[in-house]
C-alpha cells in the first residue's frame, strides 16, 4: 500500500515568509509523528499527535512552529517567520497504534531558507 | 529524556570484513530502534528490538539488544558495498509508549571493493 507521503518536496523560502508542510500518514495509522534533519543537529524530534491531539508541544523548536492534525489524518507543521536556521529536512512519520511500533518515514520536505 | 551515543560515528571498511556498530543510551528503555538512510533519501526501518536479549537478523546484519548494559549492537558480516549508507540507533525520548524517537547522531559507512 501507499507509504507516508510528505509535500513539498522541497521548499525555497525567504526569510520572514509563513510555510506550511504536509503529511498523508499510512492509512489506519493513528500516530504521527515529525521531526527534523540538519547538519548541525542532526536527528531531531519536535512533534507527535495520537489522533488528533498532540500531548506534548515541548520538542518544538519555537513558538514560531505550530502543527495540527485533522480527521485523525493529515498533518500540517506551520513554521512563521522563516529564519536561516530554520532550514532542514522535514520528516514525517507514523505508527500503527502509537504504542511504540515501528515508525515508517516519508520522504521528508528539504526547506531552504534565504 | 533519553541520550543516545553510536560509535563509530564513521567507519571506511572492505567487503568481506565483518564489523559492529555499538549503541549506548543514557536511560532504562523498553525499545531500540535502527534505522539505514542512503544519501538524498529518507529512512528505512531495520529492526525494532523490544525486549532484554532481543537479536534480529536479515541478510547480513544482526541487531542485539542489551537492556541492562543500556547496549545496543549492529553486526555486519561479510559486508558488502551495498551497505554502504548511514545507520542510525534511536530510543522512545521518554521511555517508552508512544514517543517520538531520540536518534544518535549516526554512523556513516562506507564499503569498499
Known amino acids: 500500500g501507499a507509504g507516508v507521503s510528505q509535500s513539498p518536496s522541497n521548499k525555497v523560502t525567504e526569510k520572514g515568509k509563513d510555510v506550511e508542510l504536509r503529511c498523508d500518514p499510512i492509512s489506519g495509522h493513528t500516530a504521527l509523528y515529525w521531526y527534523r534533519q540538519s547538519l548541525g543537529q542532526g536527528l531531531e524530534f519536535l512533534i507527535y499527535?495520537?489522533?488528533?491531539?498532540?500531548?506534548?508541544k515541548s520538542g518544538l523548536p519555537s513558538d514560531r512552529f505550530s502543527a495540527e492534525r485533522t480527521g485523525g489524518s493529515v498533518s500540517t507543521l506551520t513554521i512563521q517567520r522563516t529564519q536561516q536556521e530554520d532550514s532542514a529536512v522535514y520528516l514525517c512519520?507514523?505508527?500503527?497504534?502509537?504504542?511504540?511500533?515501528?515508525?515508517?518515514f516519508g520522504p521528508g520536505t528539504r526547506l531552504t531558507v534565504t | 529524556e533519553l541520550k543516545v551515543e553510536q560509535n563509530p560515528l564513521f567507519l571506511s571498511m572492505q567487503e568481506g570484513k565483518n564489523y559492529t556498530i555499538y549503541c549506548n543510551y543514557s536511560t532504562t528503555s523498553d525499545r531500540l530502534y535502527w534505522y539505514r538512510q542512503d544519501p538524498g533519501k529518507s529512512l528505512e526501518s531495520l529492526f525494532v528490538l523490544l525486549s532484554n536479549g532481543a537479536v534480529k537478523q536479515e541478510g547480513r546484519l544482526m541487531a542485539s539488544l542489551d537492556t541492562k548494559a543500556r547496549l545496543s549492537t549492529l553486526h555486519i558480516t561479510a559486508a558488502v558495498h551495498d551497505l554502504s549508507a548511514t545507520y542510525f540507533c534511536a530510543g522512545p525520548t521518554f521511555g517508552g509508549g508512544a514517543d517520538g524517537l531520540t536518534f544518535g547522531k549516526g554512523t556513516h559507512l562506507i564499503i569498499q571493493p
Open positions: 499527535f495520537q489522533g488528533n491531539s498532540a500531548p506534548d
Open positions: 512519520a507514523s505508527t500503527l497504534s502509537g504504542g511504540g511500533g515501528e515508525q515508517y
